[in-house]
């Protein structure tokens, strides 16, 4: 029968994966926001071909789920590595989770970083140039600081999605939190417990995330709103 | 290599499951609004009592990852079936309740807190004006809001909500931990003899992908129908 004893029994056990949860969110943060960073940019210069290509990319990761998405990628490449003669099928499934979490968040990312890029007035990349800083100076020093500052409330919010996300990764057999209760329930049963206990873990982490991107933009948020009052200039100009 | 035999097979079956995430996906959908306009009223105007216990639950379930508030509910549900149906005196086993119901039940906990953010930020987006001159013609309160407030929110809740549709629609994905048969499922499940994973898996894809094509479609259409009617600042 359900009981909380259960629950906090298996507390230790369940959270001692939680670093794995922790790598699962940072390394396809960090990847993807690079990666998202450029596919921004490629897509705000309009370069010919690559645009369209990365246009259906995003396309594709917006409308599919995540877990499709990952099971693409854990069933399709080690036969994509097979034909560089690379043997992928006995990685860790944590690459894969990896490769398929840089891949959608990516997407996601530089949708984000676009809108906020095109949200910083143009006057800012003019006035760059009137001082003579070159066009990769004004917008490392100018633009992108910008961007980023209007962009932070939905980085936080991605952040959050895709720590909850993680709990799918247990599908291709990674060991994280929600693994582990899956595991200790085969030897010793109670696998709802198992999931409550996964996901008051969540729960917590989730809120404690939410509170201090909340003083976090806050701090950031001075001059303008979630980068609204810069969209509204921009449109009434 | 993928092989276009197998692909096909698994595409024929994705294809026949649309029906159902459709269902779940609108079911959710509907029930999600409607719910979803009393939470964004209650936590607007600020009503005693319940505003903050909504807050506080919106703000709760929000917290939990989706596939996991699925696999709970189902437990619960395959726990508790049993004293439920006692409590009520009623007469059916376990095996009468289709899963789906249960489905659209755990996906509503998922999409609600969501779904009720974006009525409420269309809520605020309505002048306090249009109330007051509801008022001043002697309008009631609800006639106020049915009349004067709602068609407007409507407006400027659409491109939003088919947002949330389109997330919706991703999240009925994830239906298969509950063994409820879905695109996904039907996919794999032909897939099963051939071992044919990657083909399966890239045909529940492609479906996902079509609908999620059409449903960003509709969207824009509906947006570019209601800006007609608004004055442009510029």
Not at chain 2, 67 to 76: A, E, G, P, R
Not at chain 2, 140 to 152: E, G, N, S, V, Y
Not at chain 2, 196 to 206: D, R, T, V
Request: glycine letters at 6%; hydrophobic letters at 55%.
């Amino acid at each position: 029968m359900f009981s909380w004893k259960y629950v906090v029994d298996y507390f230790p056990d369940i959270f001692a994966k939680f670093p794995v949860t922790l790598e699962l969110v940072f390394v396809p943060f960090i990847i993807s926001f690079l990666l998202g960073f450029a596919i921004a940019i490629a897509r705000l210069k309009k370069i010919p071909l690559l645009e369209q290509v990365l246009a259906v990319y995003v396309s594709y990761v917006r409308c599919t789920p995540v877990i499709t998405q990952m099971f693409v990628v854990y069933f399709g490449l080690p036969i994509l590595m097979k034909q560089f003669g690379v043997n992928a099928y006995d990685w860790n499934p944590v690459i894969f989770v990896f490769v398929a979490y840089s891949i959608n968040i990516s997407a996601f990312l530089s949708e984000t970083i676009r809108s906020s890029i095109l949200a910083v007035p143009a006057g800012q990349m003019e006035a760059g140039y009137a001082v003579g800083m070159s066009g990769f100076q004004t917008m490392r020093d100018i633009i992108v600081p910008q961007a980023l500052k209007i962009s932070l409330p939905m980085l936080g919010n991605m952040f959050i999605g895709l720590f909850q996300a993680t709990a799918l990764a247990y599908m291709v057999n990674v060991i994280d939190m929600v693994g582990k209760a899956r595991n200790i329930s085969t030897s010793r049963g109670h696998l709802l417990e198992g999931y409550i206990c996964c996901a008051i873990v969540f729960a917590i982490i989730s809120l404690a995330l939410e509170v201090i991107f909340k003083y976090v933009n806050k701090r950031l948020a001075f001059g303008h709103q979630n980068g609204y009052q810069r969209v509204r200039r921009r449109s009434e100009s | 290599m993928i092989e276009g035999r197998y692909f096909i097979l698994c595409l024929q079956a994705a294809i026949e499951k649309i029906p159902k995430n459709l269902v779940m996906c609108l079911a959710t959908l509907v029930i999600c609004t409607i719910l979803g306009m009393f939470i964004a009223l209650a936590r607007t105007y600020r009503v005693p009592v319940l505003a903050p216990v909504l807050d506080a639950l919106i703000a709760l379930c929000k917290a939990f990852p989706a596939n996991l508030i699925l696999l709970i509910c189902i437990m619960v549900y395959t726990y508790k079936f049993n004293d439920f149906i006692a409590f009520f005196h009623l007469n059916m086993t376990i095996r009468d309740v289709d899963l789906i119901y249960i489905a659209i039940f755990a996906l509503c906990i998922v999409a609600l807190p969501g779904i009720s953010e974006v009525l409420r930020s269309g809520l605020l987006a309505i002048p306090k004006g249009q109330f007051e001159a509801g008022y001043a013609v002697g309008m009631t309160a609800f006639q106020t809001f049915r009349d004067i407030i709602l068609p407007q929110m409507f407006r400027v809740v659409v491109p939003t909500l088919t947002n949330s549709t389109l997330s919706l629609m991703k999240t009925t994905a994830l239906v298969n931990v509950m063994g409820v048969s879905d695109i996904l499922k039907g996919a794999t499940d032909a897939a099963q003899d051939a071992y044919c994973f990657l083909e399966a898996y890239l045909a529940a894809a492609i479906v996902f992908w079509v609908i999620g094509i059409i449903i960003e479609q509709i969207s824009k259409a509906l947006e570019r129908y209601f800006s007609k009617s608004v004055k442009q600042a510029v």
